[in-house]
């Protein structure tokens, strides 16, 4: 009887130890994890139902085609990460999309599995009265009233490309803004639109390119992936 008695609670003093170490990973995994997420004052959930929208598409990233080599060589972080939080802003009159990152995966650079972060790339939803605001172009919509102006929201896109959905897990090229943009210090600016990748369930990586409102869509193994990085 004592030796079971001493059996079980040996086995309790194990569970007990194994639980200890269980937390203490935990808590060190939180602890690691950084929120180095930036906040803007300028920050827009975008249109209300009431909005009346106006679509401007633009052109950008024309140094940029849809080779990885290039875009992940040029950028200073490739991340894998879930969408957390969208909101919109403008810098110098056109739309950026703000977006905090969950980090899942880290492929290059200093952001860590764990880390949330704040991106920024171009294209989103600005207000016109914000656009005529920043430009001085009152006189370009004289024909429409101050309410029309007040009521009107602009979606300003990037080559046709959709933007982003909370939720969604991606695979982002970024780099850390140059000291003349506009962008917020500690925040990442998206490298390229051609370097945003989709997992697939089956372990592919889709590319999606947009150039000139048209589509292109590529497919890359695990391997090609990662060579890729590697180069």
Not at 9 to 19: P, R, T
Not at 81 to 108: P, R
Not at 124 to 129: A, D, N, P, T, V
Not at 219 to 228: A, I
Request: net charge negative; glycine share 6%; charged share 30%.
């Amino acid at each position: 009887m004592k030796k079971l008695v001493s059996i079980l609670f040996l086995l309790v003093a194990l569970v007990v130890i194994f639980e200890g170490c269980s937390n203490v990973g935990n808590n060190r995994e939180q602890k690691n994890s950084r929120d180095l997420t930036v906040s803007i004052e300028n920050e827009y959930k975008g249109p209300s139902e009431n909005n009346k929208l106006m679509k401007v598409d633009s052109v950008t990233d024309s140094k940029y085609g849809p080779d990885l080599n290039v875009i992940f060589n040029d950028s200073d972080e490739i991340i894998r990460g879930i969408v957390k939080n969208i909101s919109y802003t403008s810098f110098t009159g056109s739309a950026w999309t703000k977006a905090d990152i969950l980090v899942t995966e880290s492929y290059k650079g200093e952001v860590k599995k764990g880390d949330i972060v704040t991106i920024f790339m171009f294209g989103g939803y600005i207000k016109l009265q914000d656009y005529i605001k920043f430009f001085d172009d009152r006189f370009r919509f004289k024909d429409l009233s101050d309410s029309d102006i007040n009521n009107i929201v602009l979606k300003e896109m990037d080559n046709g490309m959709p933007f982003l959905s909370e939720g969604e897990e991606l695979i982002f090229p970024l780099i850390t803004p140059a000291p003349h943009m506009p962008l917020p210090k500690g925040s990442f600016e998206r490298m390229s639109a051609a370097g945003i990748l989709d997992k697939t369930k089956d372990g592919n990586y889709i590319q999606n390119y947009y150039e000139e409102g048209k589509k292109y869509i590529y497919s890359h193994s695990d391997d090609e992936f990662m060579s890729k990085i590697k180069n």
